[in-house]
């Protein structure tokens, strides 16, 4: 997910690196900025990223789709609680799009099962930690708060907020289907090499299964 702190022009550099170094999703989030300008950075996210990996809209279905008219690939959104109703995302992007719904809490997880099977792609669960990009967070659901929120429901849960890189494994035994990081990649020295940590702690089960040494 990007930063919406970082200058724009710094932010394609680091979405370039760490897309490069093995990042699978891009989440554009800008909350403080215009419609308008918001598909303006659409656009140049999706010329930067060419194809080498998803790239999703924070909140705005709107600007997705206007995006995608200006010629954009924009793959999906990931919508808060008080966005518009997935149903309706789901209708105005297609049944190709990638749609995520934010989650923390018996009530949203109660909410995303009673949804029509692939109106939602994924639950973005969290906060795992305490995190500054996001102040207004609700509280810390840690390692275990996610193990027993993702166990609970069918829908694939992604990480999110406040994840440190020693917590990858740990939330991917617990069920993650994959790890969001805001500031741990566009807040890094080197994006490249945060990326690629970040990667090969996410990919480590997967090679254990596989019967790859460590």
């Not at 702190?5 to 891009?26: E, K, Q, S, T, W």
């Not at 609680?81 to 190709?96: F, K, N, S, Y």
């Not at 429901?153 to 990081?181: H, K, N, Y």
């Amino acid at each position: 997910m990007t930063d919406d702190r970082v200058p724009f022009d710094r932010l394609v550099d680091v979405v370039d690196a760490a897309v490069g170094a093995g990042v699978d999703v891009v989440q554009l989030r800008a909350k403080s900025i215009s419609a308008r300008e918001l598909l303006r950075q659409a656009v140049a996210m999706s010329d930067v990223i060419d194809r080498r990996c998803l790239l999703l809209l924070n909140d705005r279905v709107d600007v997705a789709v206007a995006a995608r008219e200006a010629g954009a690939l924009v793959d999906g959104v990931h919508l808060g609680q008080a966005d518009v109703p997935p149903e309706t995302a789901r209708r105005l992007l297609g049944a190709h799009a990638v749609i995520g719904w934010t989650a923390n809490s018996p009530e949203h997880r109660v909410a995303a099962s009673a949804l029509r099977s692939g109106t939602v792609d994924y639950l973005g669960v969290g906060v795992i930690r305490p995190t500054s990009t996001k102040p207004d967070h609700p509280p810390a659901l840690g390692i275990d708060g996610f193990a027993a929120f993702a166990t609970s429901t069918t829908v694939p849960c992604v990480a999110i907020g406040g994840v440190r890189l020693s917590d990858v494994a740990p939330l991917r035994e617990a069920g993650a289907a994959g790890i969001a990081v805001i500031s741990a990649i566009c807040g890094a020295d080197d994006p490249a090499a945060a990326s690629r940590a970040f990667r090969s702690a996410a990919d480590v089960l997967a090679l254990e299964a596989e019967g790859v040494a460590r």
